[in-house]
């Protein structure tokens, strides 16, 4: 062999060498590429107010049905639904046919006992005089005792037909129902219902685990669908002694104000209680991911060696663009924040600067 075909030998050699260093190279580029790279972000607990939200319809303090105690025509109802009231104003006017029956009755039991007690102070008289017997006095008194009694029943009679012909609410409100129109016979329904709506209150319902945390003066935050995010200040005035057997809840009284009178009944609202503190761990909400066809939520948390942990979490509270979690999540773990599309549970991450 001469020495030309010597060296195109170690050429071709020297060529193949570098060609497979190369490759090994690029074999371990790609190995790298492929390791997912993220980012992430150190939780720590910190102290978060344990706030239990919870829905209810408002309801009228009081609620004053208003009718007539004995059957009679209407003649005129004053007032409309929705219509503002006052203590002692007039709603409605009734037929007044039967007092002027009711006022004779009355003048003609008046007339019976004056004679009555007529009789009995001249059977006294007789009687101290040795003209009577005590028969006939005691006979008298129990006459006289009867036509009082009479009397006593024909005014409350009277007086009970005409508070019945003009009706009047006992309490300043609103009139939120009116059953009849002028000209109707009053029926079983009253005429109309007026509701005090200042203060309001609305009945929302607690568990066993929170009802020790409720008491009677705390505040409470109310909203409003009709309102929006606007907030208004209520403090809770009854706890219900007493679990509810089918939900196994006990009943909470939330007294509103209303000074305005702008919350009606019927309004759907929440109520947000401050039930404590706790020490929470704290995560960003990018950390949390859900997993598809289920409502279970998971975090990410990057190990010592590398690797990441799929850990499922229970979510408490929302805080602004941070959620609370119960658990799930250690202190001072290092939670994934982005690139989680990626990964899986045990599979190597690089970290990203």
């Known amino acids: 062999m001469n020495k030309s075909s010597i060296l195109k030998l170690m050429l071709g050699a020297l060529v ?49 049905n208003i009718s007539s105690s004995m059957p009679n025509r209407i003649k005129q109802i004053l007032v409309d639904e929705g219509q503002r009231v006052s203590a002692g104003q007039r709603v409605a006017v009734l037929d007044d046919v039967n007092t002027f029956s009711y006022e004779t009755q009355v003048d003609n039991a008046r007339a019976n006992l004056k004679n009555v007690q007529l009789n009995y102070n001249r059977a006294m008289e007789l009687y101290k005089i040795g003209g009577g017997t005590k028969q006939q006095v005691d006979n008298m008194e129990i006459q006289l005792t009867n036509a009082k009694n009479s009397l006593s029943q024909a ?35 009253p005429i109309v219902t007026v509701a005090r709506i200042q203060p309001v209150k609305l009945v929302i319902n607690v568990t066993e685990s929170e009802l020790p945390k ?3 003066g705390m505040p409470a935050a109310i909203t409003f669908d009709t309102y929006g995010d606007e907030k208004f200040s209520g403090v809770v005035s009854t706890v219900m002694p007493t679990v509810d057997a089918q939900s196994r809840t006990f009943g909470v ?7 305005d009178g702008r919350v009606l009944p019927g309004m759907f609202g929440r109520a947000t209680l401050n039930l404590g503190k706790a020490d929470r761990v704290v995560v960003p909400d990018k950390a949390v991911v859900k997993q598809q066809g289920s409502g279970n939520q998971y975090v990410y948390v990057l190990n010592s060696d590398g690797t990441v942990s799929f850990n499922q979490v229970e979510l408490g509270q929302r805080l602004g663009n941070e959620y ?19 990964l899986a549970n045990g599979i190597k991450v690089n970290v990203a600067k």
């Open 16 to 64: 193949l060498t570098g060609c497979s260093g190369e490759e090994k190279k690029d074999d371990g580029k790609k190995a790298e590429e492929k390791i997912p790279v993220v980012k992430v972000e150190t939780v720590h607990s910190r102290v978060v107010d344990q706030l239990g939200t919870y829905t209810a319809t408002v309801e009228a303090q009081i609620i004053n």
């Open 253 to 259: 009284e939330i007294t509103l104000p209303n000074a």
């Open 155 to 189: 005014e409350r009679t009277l007086r009970n037909a005409r508070e019945n012909t003009v009706l009047t609410s006992p309490i300043s409100g609103v009139v939120t129902a009116r059953n009849y129109d002028p000209g109707d016979m009053t029926g079983n329904l």
């Open 324 to 342: 609370e979690l119960i658990s799930g999540v250690e202190s001072g773990s290092q939670v994934v924040t982005s690139g989680q599309a990626k």
């Open 214 to 216: 409720v008491h009677k």
